[in-house]
């Protein structure tokens, strides 16, 4: 898969530009404008960058089928907080859940 082509893909899909990209990724632009103007390969942190920014897993970005599913905001929010969250709090978070 190149990557490239699929983030441009998704980028396409929502009227995005290269700047609205960063923003949202809260990465550099010069980030993005490496991706695209000097082929470099995004690293996997910038990847989830964009995937957040997008609202897609990394598995999403990746998979064949290439439709992505749309987080609704509610899942967004705790998507975005499970991330902040340390190792052993998303321990005591899955053991929480697996009781209820």
Do not use: H
């Amino acid at each position: 898969m190149d990557a490239k082509l699929r983030i441009k893909q998704l980028m396409d899909d929502r009227g995005w530009s290269d700047y609205r990209l960063s923003q949202e990724a809260g990465l550099s632009q010069s980030t993005i404008s490496n991706i695209f103007k000097r082929n470099n390969a995004p690293t996997i942190p910038t990847l989830e960058a964009i995937c957040n920014a997008f609202g897609i897993t990394l598995a999403q970005f990746f998979s064949a089928d290439k439709t992505p599913i749309e987080l609704t905001e509610e899942q967004w929010k705790l998507f975005k907080k499970w991330n902040e969250l340390s190792d052993e709090k998303k321990k005591v978070l899955f053991d929480l859940m697996n009781i209820m």
